[in-house]
């Protein structure tokens, strides 16, 4: 989401009637869809003990709420600015460029602690086995991980010493004012992006890596067919981050040296394809369930239970 170049949005928009049509039809369908996941995974995550308790499901839930909360803070003010072409409002761009920075950024670190603490949960299980080394290792970290890139973007967008000038045609409004900081906002860009990024994709393939050995080591095996769920689900989310964000990551650091380069490819595609970032993950996540679909499965077929213990008593 963030950008390296300050002065890559700060010129017209690109958008036509017809592309601001496309892409608010396909928001808004995905939107919906991905609304009604977000209630079923959530409800069943917060209110099913088996779900909830387990300490690698605290991410997902945690990536559960900052995605419905994106789709239904975020989104619709990237619909509102489709439909109408414009920002309404200085308060509308003010919020705009608070929501959509501030929850991507929550996202992305909550995914790269994640993809970090899925080695310890798995590799280092003993590591949490004290209720201080869990709060140490697990709950602090994941609070930080929520909290800090909130509190930062509440300061920098509606405390930062400068006067906003909003341009209500543009994409984002052109920016909130401390993006004339071309420091600062390479700061962001690098904290929030860059790193993140790179960070989950060599913590993933390192996950991969481990497991393939600890597999095939006879004496260090791991469970894996307690873990692999686990493994699965995360792999799976973290291939969602690498794929929507590696792009604008790789053209942000083209644009250090050529600062006009694919800047129309990431107005009119980029910035839109991360929003499929929130608007995917609930699926990702509730396909990561294995227990749910085991009890849904039983539902679904209401004679198992009693197959099962007739084929128990013939053993």
Known sequence: MASSNSSSYEIPSYETSTSRTVKFTIILVFQIISISCSIFLLFNLLTKSALYRPLHNHTIIVLGLISFFQTISDLPMVLAYLHLGQAPTTVFCLLWNFFALSNYAVGIWVMTWASFERHLLIFHDNLMKTSRRRLALHYLPLACSIFFPWSYYISLIFFYPCVNTFYQTFLFCGWCCYARNDQLVFFNWLTFSVIPTLSILFLSVTLIIRV?????????????????????????????????????????????????????????????????????????????LHQLRKRNHQQTHPTLPLTQTKVAQRR
Request: proline fraction near 5%.
């Open 212 to 288: 393939i050995r600890q597999k095939y080591r006879m004496q260090q095996q791991i469970q894996w067919r307690q873990h692999r769920h686990m493994i699965l689900q995360l792999l799976s989310i973290s291939f969602l981050y690498i794929l929507f964000d590696t792009p604008s990551t790789i053209i942000g650091i083209v644009q250090l040296f050529l600062p006009t380069f694919a800047v129309d490819i990431q107005i009119l595609y980029l910035i839109y394809i991360v929003y499929l970032l929130p608007l995917l993950t609930p699926f990702l996540c509730l396909n990561g």
